[in-house]
């Protein structure tokens, strides 16, 4: 059983474009995150959700739009896509019990997003 | 700057020897994890140790964490051609602990 799953897991497009990330998990967590992972492997935080209400929002292109239906997905919205967002996308989600406690978090596959 | 950062880059070694990664962190914390991630895959879990921890083992990962110094070291002990992955540091800063912070990943190659 997938416990985070992201679809697509390649996207290739054109600058200008809009194009969507859709992620799903099953564990029941209510905390979900977006991640970018740049060519160097540098993993960087873009938005959490707990409970379908944001609360980290990094500093972040507003081209960039989470939504979460429910606390189970949370989908990743780009608009006019530039060169530089070419990255792997990472979904991941945990527990949350509070402010200042944190688990593990459990990562999807990625989607490698290609812009040309 | 970015919080966590391993040390070194790339640590190539034979199967059965042990390999040592460190990180190096910046500001107080709430707990540090260590992540693997295999190549075109996603990261992987591997062990958290809290702040008022010293070290912590599970099967053949060792995981130490110095406070004082800002540093943690991850341990992995008879290594095996499978082990071959990227070994990422994550830090829950004090009073921000939910969002983590991952350094810029060891690369270990273990050679069979």
């Known amino acids: 059983d997938t416990a985070v799953s992201q679809t697509p897991k390649y996207l290739v497009t054109q600058m200008g474009n809009d194009k969507s990330i859709k992620c799903e998990q099953n564990l029941g967590h209510d905390t979900m995150y977006w991640y970018k992972q740049d060519s160097k492997k540098f993993l960087k935080i873009m938005f959490s959700?707990?409970?379908?209400?944001?609360?980290i929002n990094e500093t972040v292109p507003n081209r960039f739009s989470p939504k979460s239906p429910d606390k189970a997905h949370l989908n990743l919205h780009i608009n006019s896509l530039e060169l530089g967002d070419s990255a792997v996308y990472f979904c991941a989600s945990s527990q949350s019990l509070g402010l200042n406690r944190s688990y593990e978090q459990y990562f999807g596959p990625g989607t490698r997003l290609t812009v040309t | 700057s970015q919080q966590g950062e391993e040390d070194p880059q790339a640590l190539s070694i034979q199967e059965g020897e042990n390999a040592t990664m460190n990180c190096s962190y910046k500001t107080s914390i709430n707990n540090l994890q260590w992540y693997r991630q295999n190549s075109g895959r996603g990261l992987v879990h591997l062990i958290l140790i809290r702040s008022n921890e010293r070290e912590k083992h599970s099967g053949r990962l060792r995981v130490t964490l110095d406070t004082s110094k800002k540093s943690s070291s991850l341990l992995i002990t008879a290594s095996r051609a499978a082990d071959t992955a990227s070994y990422f540091c994550?830090?829950?800063?004090?009073?921000?602990?939910?969002?983590?912070?991952f350094g810029s990943g060891t690369q270990l190659t273990v050679l069979p």
């Open positions: 959700y707990n409970n379908k209400e944001l609360i």
């Open positions: 994550a830090t829950g800063r004090s009073g921000s602990a939910r969002q983590l912070t």
